[in-house]
């Protein structure tokens, strides 16, 4: 069985507790064949995260890692970038002189709420529609921008709150999804299956079985697997549930990436 895991985080992210090293070991020893480092970078300069990315110390930390897993471990270099519409033109001026295998794009906050911290305690006047609404506003013009190969954790405000947005999944929701989804379906761009969290938190799948089944009706293909582990010991958390969802959607294959080339990786090789 092919293992691919396109979503991690060492210690060339602010946020990582593993080093490369041991990120790439963790991943041998779970049975992974190829992985992809995918490093915050971030452009909310009130972030803990902002100015901390520093591509060359971590394409040099890339090289090592390639030469150290040489037969053992493919080894992509990716990036996840923090978008929101306020940030302009800054991403793509700051992403165009850099080089990465595959560029992950991923929406953390809209209406003003910090997504990634509402499990930790829900506002008591959050209105989940209003985010849900923004939410999506700025995942289209994420997918529109033609900076990413692929929308990380796709739905974020579900994955987060699951309890919450379950029954807010009405023919309003799957509209807007689904005219995201199209989106992404035109430009080639990829949606990710992201298991963090999923056993140990009860959040979500992101996207969840009900999203990539409508993006496979829709005639989606391309699509990424990431467990978005930040220490090794989560190197493979709910990557089980993620492929689960993957083939009962219909897919028989993921998606890698070389230099910006995506490539089929079949769930059965
Ligand atoms: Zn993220
Ligand atoms: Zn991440």
Redesign the pocket.
């Known amino acids: 069985m092919t293992r691919v895991n396109y ?1 991690l ?1 060492s210690t060339y992210s602010v946020d990582g507790k593993g080093t490369m090293d041991a990120m790439c070991a963790a991943a041998v020893r779970a049975g992974f064949t190829e992985i992809c480092f ?1 490093e ?1 970078l971030d452009f909310d300069r009130g972030d803990k995260d902002y100015g901390f990315f520093d591509d060359r110390a971590y394409s040099a930390g890339i090289a090592e890692a390639r030469a150290r897993c040489a037969g053992r471990l493919t080894v992509r270099k990716g990036l ?1 970038f923090d978008f929101r519409r306020a940030y302009g033109t800054e991403v793509g001026e700051v992403l165009a002189p850099m080089e990465f295998d595959f560029v992950l794009g ?1 929406v953390h906050a809209a209406a003003g709420y910090p997504i990634y911290r509402l499990p930790d305690g829900v506002p008591a006047d959050l209105d989940v529609r209003e985010l849900l609404a923004e939410y999506f506003a700025e995942v289209e013009a994420l997918a529109g921008s033609g900076w990413c190969h692929a929308i ?1 954790h796709f739905d974020y405000v579900y994955k987060q709150l699951p309890a919450l947005v379950a029954p807010r999944r009405d023919a309003w929701y799957w509209r807007e999804v689904e005219r995201i989804l199209r989106l992404c379906i035109g430009g080639g761009v990829a949606i990710e299956v992201n298991s ?1 969290h999923l056993l140990d938190r009860g959040l979500g799948l992101a996207a969840d079985g009900e999203i990539l089944a409508r993006y496979r009706a829709l005639g989606g293909r391309l699509l990424t697997a990431g467990t ?1 582990a930040h220490r090794p010991s989560d190197i493979a958390d709910g990557f089980a549930e993620a492929e689960k969802a993957i083939r009962e959607a219909g897919f028989t294959a993921v998606t890698g990436y070389e230099r910006g080339r995506p490539y089929d990786v079949p769930l059965d090789a």
């Open positions: 979503h985080h995918t915050h996840e991923s990380g963090r978005d």
